[in-house]
C-alpha cells in the first residue's frame, strides 16, 4: 500500500549557511554544497570543507538521485513514517524521510529520488521516493 503523507511539517531551522539551500528549495531545486578546492560535495551545509577545510565552498545543483543507505520505519505513531539515511549521487549522505512508497517494500540499496514537501509556514524540505 502506498501511503500519501498527510502529516503537517515543521519548517527546517534556516541559519546563514542553510539560507541559500531553502532559497533554492523554494523555486524546486535540490541543491549541494561541493568544495572547489577538492571537488567533494558534502551533507549538512558547512562554510567550510569538511574534507580539506577550504572556505571555497558553492552551491550547485544536485541530480536529485540516491539510493537507501539505512532506513527505518516508525510505526508507532498516528501516522507512520519512514526515516532514511540517503547516500545522494554526489556523495553525501543525508538524513530524511522516504516518502510516497509501500514501506514494506523499502530496501537498502533501492533508488530513490528527490521530492520536495510544503512545510507550515516555512520552506519546503527534501525528501525522497523509490523510483
Ligand atoms: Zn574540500
Same mark, same amino acid.
Given at each position: 500500500? +502506498?501511503?500519501?503523507?498527510?502529516?503537517?511539517?515543521?519548517?527546517? %531551522?534556516?541559519?546563514?549557511?542553510?539560507?541559500? /539551500? =531553502?532559497?533554492?528549495?523554494?523555486? *524546486? #531545486? /535540490? %541543491?549541494?554544497?561541493?568544495?572547489?578546492?577538492? *571537488? #567533494?560535495?558534502?551533507?549538512?551545509?558547512?562554510?567550510? !570543507?569538511? /574534507? !580539506?577545510?577550504?572556505?571555497?565552498?558553492?552551491?550547485?545543483?544536485?541530480? *536529485?538521485?540516491? &539510493?537507501?543507505? &539505512? =532506513?527505518?520505519? %516508525?510505526?508507532?505513531?498516528?501516522?507512520?513514517?519512514?526515516?532514511?539515511?540517503? +547516500?545522494?549521487?554526489?556523495?553525501?549522505? %543525508?538524513?530524511?524521510?522516504?516518502?510516497? !512508497?509501500? =514501506?514494506? +517494500?523499502?530496501?537498502?540499496?533501492?533508488?530513490?529520488?528527490? &521530492? /520536495?514537501?510544503? +512545510?507550515?509556514? *516555512?520552506?519546503?524540505?527534501?525528501? =525522497? #521516493?523509490?523510483?
Amino acid at each position: 500500500m +502506498t501511503r500519501e503523507m498527510t502529516r503537517k511539517l515543521t519548517p527546517p %531551522m534556516e541559519t546563514a549557511e542553510s539560507k541559500a /539551500f =531553502f532559497d533554492a528549495a523554494r523555486d *524546486g #531545486k /535540490f %541543491m549541494v554544497p561541493v568544495c572547489a578546492a577538492c *571537488g #567533494k560535495a558534502h551533507w549538512y551545509p558547512r562554510a567550510i !570543507c569538511p /574534507f !580539506c577545510a577550504s572556505d571555497r565552498v558553492e552551491w550547485r545543483e544536485a541530480s *536529485g538521485n540516491g &539510493t537507501i543507505y &539505512t =532506513f527505518s520505519v %516508525m510505526r508507532r505513531v498516528k501516522e507512520p513514517y519512514a526515516i532514511a539515511h540517503v +547516500t545522494l549521487a554526489e556523495g553525501p549522505t %543525508m538524513l530524511t524521510n522516504v516518502v510516497d !512508497c509501500d =514501506f514494506d +517494500t523499502l530496501a537498502i540499496g533501492a533508488p530513490v529520488r528527490v &521530492t /520536495f514537501r510544503e +512545510t507550515e509556514n *516555512g520552506p519546503p524540505v527534501p525528501m =525522497f #521516493k523509490p523510483v
